[in-house]
């Protein structure tokens, strides 16, 4: 019989036990911090069947591939990239005092915040969980994760693996619904990770700021894709399709609308149509293709999709035969061919097979208006201009870019990951998640004779003089 999980509910036991055992040891050595990565790495090894079973099972259809690929290997080249990298993470870093200070030396120490608190989302819950994980445990820090109401399964079992490889004081794992989620976002963390939506961010960093607890927020929106023209359609259309599908679309970084160059959008549809049928040939019947996560999330889609049917707009389907599936909430993808800027679909994130396909004349009126929408948290620009593309990275403003493709940049681990304005804020990903889950303590260390003295009250000839030259080369 599974023993019972300690704190189950109780999130300020927890808290307190964390904080204590935090107390007693916080600067863990690396064995120790290799350990832990090395517990949480064994035990995505050997429950990898069951983890995937799980998210299949919340998803109510997500084809093990998928998960694999989405999940669970970008889970394990976390953890693997933190314990080949970590130990250098954790040096001092050198630094120069300025010259007046000379011979004084200083040294960055990256040191534990102490008890992190992670709060992961429904549509990629074991990476989402396992990724900020890495970064906060080879940090040196305790964790406290919250994994979302909306996958059930995942969230016992992996609370419970979790429960028989660690210690209380080490990680816990938290399954309850919103009360729970508001409770957990307003304790008095040392840094608190959140992935979601922007609306829910809003009521987090609410609550994290009572007591000043520093976040990082993954949120969303609305990530553009871009065709440039002369850039190959089929290719284009392929990634694209890829990008938004995958998962059915239920991904903070899927493309949520394209731009192509006015006279060839019934091109790029006739593209996409032929890419979603080759990735899944069975169409909703494909076993590949992954359901919407419940009733309230495809009624969501729904609403949209009839809004922009109402409305007018050109509806294009990218699969033969059946198009949805109620009490299976499954649905298949549709082009939205030039919808009004007025509808939900063009307002709101999509999370979901929906893209509207939005035709352009010259490409400064797509830079125009990406600039004047809220910054996303990806942009995907396909394009051969090496000049244009220069152009549009250093005018444009996103969380992340991948060019000539989607989603991409996310896994690399060398690259940091993070939104800009309404899409987040904070970075994660290798060492730049190591960096956000520790304080770079700043450390100078003066030598017996200090230059400094000379600057010194009582402020006489001397000083004057010394600091009419400091001025001239400050």
Same mark, same amino acid.
């Given at each position: 019989m599974d023993r019972p999980l300690p704190f189950s509910s109780d999130l300020h036991a927890a808290y307190a036990h964390q904080r204590a055992a935090f107390r007693d040891d916080p600067y863990p050595a690396w064995p120790v911090r290799r350990d832990r990565l090395q517990r949480l790495l064994s035990l995505l090894r050997e429950h990898e069947q069951a983890l995937c079973a799980a998210i299949a099972d919340d998803f109510g259809q997500r084809a093990r591939a998928e998960t694999e690929v989405l999940d669970l290997v970008p889970s394990l080249a976390a953890l693997r990239h933190a314990l080949r990298h970590g130990q250098r993470w954790m040096r001092a870093?050198?630094?120069?005092?300025?010259?007046?200070?000379?011979?004084?030396?200083?040294?960055?120490?990256?040191?534990?915040?102490?008890?992190?608190?992670?709060?992961?989302?429904?549509?990629?819950?074991?990476?989402?969980?396992?990724?900020?994980?890495?970064?906060?445990?080879?940090?040196?820090?305790?964790?406290?994760?919250?994994?979302?109401?909306?996958?059930?399964?995942?969230?016992?079992?992996?609370?419970?693996?979790?429960h028989e490889r660690f210690s209380a004081d080490e990680l816990v794992v938290f399954t309850g619904g919103a009360e729970q989620a508001a409770a957990f976002s307003a304790l008095a963390l040392d840094h608190l990770l959140f992935t979601g939506s922007t609306a829910v961010g809003h009521r987090v960093m609410a609550a994290a700021a009572a007591n000043l607890v520093p976040v990082t927020l993954e949120l969303g929106g609305k990530s553009p894709a871009v065709v440039a023209p002369g850039f190959d359609l089929e290719l284009a259309a392929r990634r694209i399709v890829y990008g938004k599908l995958v998962n059915a679309g239920q991904t903070c970084v899927a493309p949520d609308h394209v731009y192509v160059p006015?006279?060839?959008?019934?091109?790029?549809?006739?593209?996409?149509?032929?890419?979603?049928?080759?990735?899944?040939?069975?169409?909703?019947?494909?076993?590949?293709?992954?359901?919407?996560?419940?009733?309230?999330?495809?009624?969501?889609?729904?609403?949209?999709?009839?809004?922009?049917?109402?409305?007018?707009?050109?509806?294009?389907?990218?699969?033969?035969?059946?198009?949805?599936?109620?009490?299976?909430?499954?649905?298949? !993808? +549709? =082009?939205?061919? #030039?919808?009004?800027?007025?509808?939900?679909?063009?307002?709101? *994130?999509?999370?979901? %097979? $929906?893209? !509207? +396909? =939005?035709?352009? #004349?010259?490409?400064?009126?797509?830079?125009?208006?990406?600039? *004047?929408?809220?910054? %996303? $948290?990806?942009?995907?620009?396909?394009? #051969?201009?090496?000049?244009?593309?220069?152009?549009?990275?250093?005018?444009?403003?996103?969380?992340?870019?991948?060019?000539?493709?989607?989603?991409?940049?996310?896994?690399?681990?060398?690259?940091?990951?993070?939104?800009?304005?309404?899409?987040?804020?904070?970075?994660?990903?290798?060492?730049?998640?190591?960096?956000?889950?520790?304080?770079?303590?700043?450390?100078?260390?003066?030598?017996?004779?200090?230059g400094t003295a000379l600057v010194r009250p009582p402020y006489g000839a001397v000083f004057a003089r010394l600091i009419a030259i400091m001025k001239r080369w400050a």
């Open positions: 870093r050198r630094a120069s005092p300025g010259i007046w200070f000379r011979p004084a030396s200083a040294r960055v120490l990256p040191q534990p915040l102490g008890v992190v608190g992670i709060i992961s989302p429904w549509n990629y819950p074991l990476y989402l969980a396992v990724g900020p994980l890495a970064s906060a445990l080879a940090a040196g820090n305790r964790a406290m994760l919250k994994v979302s109401e909306y996958t059930p399964a995942f969230g016992r079992l992996f609370a419970q693996l979790v006015r006279q060839r959008q019934r091109e790029f549809a006739e593209a996409c149509a032929r890419a979603a049928r080759e990735l899944y040939p069975a169409g909703l019947g494909s076993a590949d293709y992954c359901s919407i996560i419940d009733t309230r999330q495809y009624m969501r889609l729904q609403g949209m999709l009839e809004q922009a049917r109402d409305a007018g707009a050109e509806v294009l389907p990218l699969f033969a035969g059946e198009q949805s599936q109620p009490e299976r909430h499954r649905m298949a !993808p +549709v =082009l939205l061919m #030039d919808p009004a800027q007025s509808l939900r679909a063009m307002r709101e *994130e999509i999370f979901g %097979p $929906l893209l !509207p +396909v =939005l035709g352009y #004349d010259q490409p400064e009126q797509v830079l125009q208006r990406i600039n *004047e929408q809220p910054r %996303p $948290l990806a942009l995907y620009w396909f394009d #051969d201009d090496a000049r244009r593309i220069e152009h549009v990275l250093r005018n444009t403003h996103s969380g992340g870019v991948t060019l000539n493709d989607t989603l991409m940049h996310v896994a690399q681990d060398e690259l940091p990951f993070g939104g800009v304005g309404p899409s987040g804020m904070g970075h994660y990903h290798g060492r730049w998640g190591f960096d956000t889950f520790s304080k770079l303590k700043p450390v100078l260390r003066q030598r017996r004779l200090a």
